[in-house]
């Protein structure tokens, strides 16, 4: 089963790598694929609650955008409207789990919790760290949305079976490296930027993903002050509200050199 579904994954990657590298197709193709990939997860998380827990610190969440499990935990972040340092963790190889050598954040994540494994929660308002995302998602609850009710469609995408089946399909639609799954070498910006969005937003996501390969952190807004996937960069005074013209922006600004090249069929081979 897992080794067809890499074969699926390595067919997918070379197809859409094709039609990304098309200027008049490729951003019909990431708004379509970027819809669905929503839909597939019944867009949980983008009907904000009214969240009247104000923290005096922000969360720090390193995570990252090709895992479903940190998906889980942004959706709720998003539902709960909270505000959070994103510290964006992709893969440096398909071959080998837990691999690190020039990771940007990987390596602060396994001096501070002892392991490589995300996502990964600091809250400095309490004291606590954790690891495992229906740990961090039941304490983000508890801590930050008593009182409130979660939404039914919420509460079907984070049943095991569906969270599973809408993880496949999720994989499926987004599986280039520069998704947010494989790092791209970047220079790392002096001032964190800012972006806002809902968690299955196409145009927030698309930056998401950019930022994510990039190893750019950032302070993810949840809240109503700007329109979603609105991204300001305070070290160029830029504010943008295209997704095109961030995601172009960002790699022409911060990459160094090329994202790195592997297919999904190298996942395991570590040789």
């Not at 590298?21 to 009214?50: D, E, M």
């Not at 606590?128 to 995302?133: A, R, V």
């Not at 009182?147 to 987004?174: D, M």
Request: glycine share 6%; with cysteine.
């Amino acid at each position: 089963m897992i080794k067809i579904r890499l074969i699926i994954l390595a067919f997918l990657q070379k197809f859409f790598g094709l039609i990304n590298k098309v200027p008049i197709i490729a951003p019909l193709f990431h708004y379509i694929t970027l819809l669905f990939s929503g839909l597939v997860r019944l867009n949980s998380g983008n009907s904000p609650l009214i969240n009247s827990n104000k923290l005096k610190k922000q969360l720090l969440l390193y995570e990252f955008e090709g895992c479903p499990f940190c998906r889980l935990v942004r959706e709720t972040l998003s539902l709960l409207s909270i505000r959070v340092v994103i510290y964006p963790c992709p893969r440096e190889t398909l071959k080998k789990y837990g691999y690190l050598e020039k990771s940007r954040f990987r390596p602060i994540v396994k001096d501070l919790g002892k392991k490589v494994m995300f996502p990964y929660l600091i809250d400095p308002n309490t004291q606590k760290s954790m690891y495992e995302s229906r740990d961090i998602i039941n304490y983000l609850w508890e801590e930050y949305g008593k009182g409130l009710k979660k939404p039914f469609l919420y509460r079907v995408a984070n049943k095991k079976l569906y969270f599973f089946i809408s993880s496949l399909f999720h994989g499926f639609l987004r599986p280039l490296p520069q998704m947010g799954i494989l790092r791209t070498p970047s220079k790392l910006p002096e001032k964190l930027l800012e972006l806002w969005s809902k968690e299955h937003d196409p145009k927030a996501k698309r930056i998401r993903e950019a930022l994510c390969t990039l190893e750019i952190p950032y302070i993810l807004h949840h809240g109503p002050e700007e329109k979603s996937g609105t991204l300001k960069d305070p070290n160029n005074g830029l504010v943008m509200n295209s997704a095109e013209q961030s995601v172009d922006y960002l790699f022409k600004t911060y990459q160094v050199s090329a994202t790195t090249d592997e297919s999904f069929l190298h996942y395991g081979k570590n040789d």
